[in-house]
């Protein structure tokens, strides 16, 4: 009978015990609002490293200190940081915890050159030829690092195993950082992957991008006087002028969803030299990779055939293939779930006049700022126009995109409007919540075991056997294009 008692008693404080620590342990949703209040306390810091990627306004694989600001925050904040990955000098792997699953997030922080801008809401050149954020790539780098911070602070002080990897990714207006990571391997030993970029809109983007090829054709021929013996030379601009002239016959006979545009780099130095190079520089997209290797390959033959009609001779270097994005709805439903949770921004009056004179200032309707979040789309069949290195790590691990409202309505892209937006609270706004869908969204893969394997299924499903390759060879060093600043 006592034994019995005593049974009773152990049973009684063992269940006591099993109640108080679960009592302890917090809720997804506690945790959730926890990383909501981290990232609102990290306010004030994303904006300093924003605004300071902002004047720094570095392009592709000069962005220096850019990429030393954020590496040096991380590592204040506990992060162990790889610097100088896959050959690029700007490139960075910051990781905190250990074990799985590892969660990446995605950080870019390069400018436009030519884009320099004043924080005004009309055009106003901040350092006359210089660079600036037409693509709000320092709220992209900014808000990503808030999201890998508020998410570290929550896995560390409740013991949640896993880690998390923020990859710091150059040269994504140019030359493509993500190309050189993932033929490097750095994406491999990913679970999942978020990303995310300013927009105009707020939504969990599904509508994918196109696959590219970037090609450099250069003619070489022969050099002579131009009007004493022209007869003696052989005209590698000609080979340029009938290799486009080719091109756009070629426009007619290519699927509608094939976009081929190109610019003349080199075309002789005066007219009086018959010019012994010329270059074209030449990106051909598509729905998919299959696709741009179709145009291409037609594009192969317009250069030999202006070669020889030219008597010159030629040479593609290919500086750079990606592939269309992998979508992945599974996960991207977990994303929207987070977003409609948190909800849309609002904006004051101050906020709403600025966008409005910008929108006056470009020729575009005063809308004012979009408010509300889209619904998430159904999977559609063509990607929108544009291309992006994020899909490289698309086709290496589930992958997963947010866009917010940075900027007003229906502003042009990549222009002095971006740069005036990204250094205002209207950019500052889109970046917070950024940091807080994505930062939510690592919770629920670091938490919900179910989601990671259903969405590794749809990944695996949608590779259908194909593993990725790289459309770089191993040796191809990342190469620095454009200037910076004058
Ligand atoms: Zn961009």
């Known amino acids: 009978m006592r034994k019995r008692h005593f049974t009773l008693i152990i049973i009684l404080i063992f269940s006591l015990i099993q109640l108080a620590v679960a009592g302890n342990k917090p809720s997804t949703k506690e945790l959730k609002n926890e990383l909501l209040r981290k990232v ?48 690029m000098p700007t490139a960075f792997v910051a990781s905190y915890g250990s074990g ?25 050149a901040r350092i006359e030829g210089g660079a600036g954020h037409g ?33 710091g990714c150059p040269a994504e207006e140019d030359i493509g950082g993500k190309l050189f990571m993932a033929r490097d391997g750095l994406f491999d030993d990913l679970d999942a992957c978020i990303a995310w970029h300013p927009d105009y809109e707020t939504k969990v983007d599904v509508r994918g991008s196109q696959a590219i090829d970037d090609l450099e054709i250069e003619f070489t021929g022969k050099a002579s006087h131009a009007a004493f013996d022209p007869w003696k030379g052989a005209s590698a601009l000609d080979a340029v002028e009938m290799t486009t002239f080719g091109i756009n016959l070629l426009r007619e006979h290519v699927k509608p969803t094939v976009r081929i545009h190109y610019v003349i780099t080199q075309g002789g130095k005066v007219p009086n030299i018959v010019p012994e190079h010329a270059k074209l520089w030449l990106w051909v997209r598509d ?19 202006a070669a020889m009609a030219t008597g010159t001779s030629s040479k593609i270097n290919n500086k750079g293939s990606y592939h269309e994005m992998l979508v992945n709805m599974t996960g991207s439903k977990v994303m929207q779930k987070n977003l409609e949770m948190i909800g849309s921004t609002t904006y004051i009056d101050e906020e709403t006049a600025f966008a409005k004179r910008i929108q ?16 998430l789309e159904n999977l559609t069949k ?26 007003p309505s229906g502003i042009p892209w990549h222009s002095w409007a971006v740069v005036s937006s990204s250094k205002h609270s209207i950019g500052y706004k889109g970046m917070f919540l950024a940091a807080k869908v994505m930062a939510t969204t690592a919770l629920d ?12 299924k749809e990944f ?18 990342p190469p620095i294009r454009v200037k910076n600043n004058p």
């Open 382 to 407: 063509d990607p929108e126009g544009g291309s992006t290195d994020v899909a490289e790590v698309s086709w290496i691990t589930p992958t997963l995109n947010l866009s917010t409202s940075c900027a």
């Open 287 to 305: 729905s998919t990779r299959q696709g741009v290797k179709d145009v291409v390959k037609r594009v192969e033959e317009i250069v030999k055939g």
């Open 360 to 375: 006056k200032e470009t020729d575009i309707e005063q809308k004012g700022m979009i408010c509300e979040i889209n619904k």
């Open 135 to 167: 693509c709000g790539h320092n709220l992209f780098g900014a808000g990503s690092l808030g999201a890998a911070l508020a998410i570290k602070e929550v896995i560390e002080a409740h013991k949640i195993p896993g880690t998390i990897k923020l990859f």
């Open 100 to 124: 799985r699953p590892i969660i990446g997030i995605l950080a870019e922080y390069d400018a436009l050159p030519g884009l320099s801008q004043d924080n005004t809401a009309f055009k106003k």
């Open 445 to 456: 893969l670091f938490l919900d075991k179910e989601v990671l394997i259903k969405m590794k």
């Open 460 to 477: 695996k499903d949608k590779l259908k056997g194909y593993t990725y390759k790289s459309g770089i060879s191993q040796g191809q060093k």
């Open 40 to 87: 609102d306390e990290k306010s004030q810091l994303l904006v300093e490293v924003s605004d300071s990627l902002w004047d720094y306004a570095e392009i592709a694989l000069q962005e220096y200190k850019s990429s030393k600001l954020l590496m040096e925050v991380l590592e204040k904040e506990g992060f162990d940081v790889e610097r100088e990955v896959a050959g």
